[in-house]
């Protein structure tokens, strides 16, 4: 398996995670494009190697841009990996991002991917493989523009189904499961370190993928 590159990406800090929580959408978006969009770019490079190699296909990294935004500033901001170059909403995906209270880690299938139903129908045909693959820490949530979300071994059986059912039948639906890891906490400040996890995380996650290409 590909190892993550050594790269001159130093993690993430303090400050960081404060530029999410500037006022005002010129103010947000002034520190987002100049202290956090040139580290998450730096994240997307260094992965796009990892993540050809774990899915087969040619990868590319998109940097979210919020470009339709006109009033309100974004509460976060990631980056992401699909198989096309124009974009990755529309594939099944994985994203880094950060609220300004933690970093994320996940697989996202969101309400603009044709595959979701049959995803969901996949996914419930193998709910006991779900169960048992997803670490019990790992988040899932059914809205991406919400900074919280269920935890895996919290979950009984019949929710994470309905998880399921609801993304199969609801136009708006979308989930993402992955890892949250709290601002302070000693690994985003390792730019090898951090890198390192969200590979493990992605191979953790990699099934989730591969049903949602099924």
């Not at 044709?114 to 988040?139: C, D, G, M, T, W």
């Amino acid at each position: 398996m590909t190892n993550v590159a050594t790269t001159g990406f130093v993690g993430f800090t303090d400050s960081d995670f404060d530029a999410m929580s500037v006022p005002g959408l010129e103010g947000r978006m002034e520190a987002i494009i100049s202290q956090v969009r040139p580290k998450l770019r730096a994240v997307g490079d260094a992965l796009v190697p990892v993540l050809s190699a774990l899915t087969g296909e040619e990868t590319f990294a998109h940097v979210a841009r919020h470009a339709r935004r006109s009033v309100n500033p974004p509460d976060d901001t990631w980056v992401a990996w699909s198989p096309s170059a124009r974009g990755y909403k529309a594939f099944p995906h994985f994203q880094i991002g950060l609220w300004s209270t933690h970093l994320f880690i996940q697989f996202a299938i969101i309400y603009e991917c044709p595959n979701k139903a049959a995803f969901a129908e996949h996914a419930l045909r193998e709910l006991a493989s779900v169960r048992q693959s997803i670490p019990a820490a790992y988040v899932w949530s059914k809205d991406h523009m919400v900074p919280t979300g269920s935890v895996h071994a919290d979950l009984q059986d019949e929710e994470l189904a309905q998880l399921f059912q609801r993304l199969g039948s609801v136009k708006a639906a979308e989930l993402t499961c992955g890892i949250h890891i709290r601002r302070g906490d000693p690994i985003l400040g390792s730019g090898d370190a951090l890198l390192s996890k969200a590979k493990s995380v992605f191979e953790t996650l990699l099934p989730l993928y591969r049903m949602a290409q099924a």
